[in-house]
Each structure stands twice: as structure tokens, then as C-alpha cells.
């Protein structure tokens, strides 16, 4: 994939994530595809913080929403080449100060194969 398609992945993602569409969402990702984030280590020490496939990320994010039905992302920067799109934004939730947030998005074959949460 170019930068451009993949940057319009990232805008596309973000669009997904803040309509709470969670099946488009997850349709940007391929069906084995990870997605690692700190959250996910507290609220399921279990997982050690990573997901696998698209069932679970599924799930992860309509439990998201389900308990958060305010959450929504305010994008600050994106930038993206071949192979990835580095993205930061602005974490809102209810209740909660915004938390600035980086993700980064591996992709082949026009699907996110990874993604990668990082917040302090």
C-alpha cells in the first residue's frame, strides 16, 4: 500500500472508531491481526495486554463503547508510509482528563495486521 492509501486507512479508522461502527472497524483488520494496548493489560491481565484476531478485538471494543458510550478520539497528528501509520490523538472518555494517545497501525495487503497502543 501507498503512504496516501494508507494514511486514508488511518482517517477511515478513526472515522469507524468515533461512529462506534464497530464493524467497520474491525473490517480494517486482517483476521489474524493483534492489537496490544495498555488498557487491555489492566482490564484483562490474562491477555498480557494483546488480542488476537477479529473476534476479540470485536469484542474488546464493543465492551469499550458499552462502558464508555462518550469515548471518541480527537486525531493531533498522523503519518504513514508504506508499511504503517503512526497516529496520535486525543483520548476523550466521560468522566475522564484527555489522555494524549499514540497507535501505531502495521498493514499488508490493505489490513491492519497489528496495532499497537501507547499512553502513560
Known amino acids: 500500500m501507498s503512504?496516501?492509501?494508507?494514511f486514508s486507512l488511518a482517517r477511515a479508522w478513526l472515522k469507524a472508531f468515533n461512529a462506534h461502527d464497530v464493524t467497520a472497524?474491525?473490517?480494517l483488520y486482517a483476521?489474524?491481526?493483534t492489537h496490544t494496548s495498555p488498557k487491555?493489560?489492566?482490564l484483562h491481565p490474562e491477555t498480557g495486554g494483546r488480542l488476537v484476531g477479529r473476534p476479540a478485538l470485536e469484542r474488546w471494543?464493543?465492551?469499550a463503547i458499552a462502558r464508555l458510550p462518550g469515548l471518541r478520539y480527537e486525531e493531533t497528528a498522523l503519518t504513514a508510509d508504506e508499511d504503517r501509520?503512526?497516529?496520535?490523538y486525543l483520548r476523550h472518555a466521560p468522566n475522564e482528563a484527555p489522555l494524549p494517545v499514540a497507535e501505531?497501525?502495521?498493514v499488508k495487503g490493505g489490513r491492519i495486521v497489528a496495532s499497537r497502543v501507547?499512553?502513560?
Open 40 to 42: 487491555i493489560r489492566v
Open 3 to 6: 503512504a496516501s492509501e494508507n
Open 61 to 63: 471494543w464493543r465492551d
Open 104 to 106: 501505531v497501525l502495521e
Open 85 to 88: 501509520v503512526f497516529m496520535e
Open 31 to 33: 483476521e489474524d491481526a
Open 118 to 120: 501507547y499512553h502513560g
Open 25 to 27: 472497524l474491525v473490517a
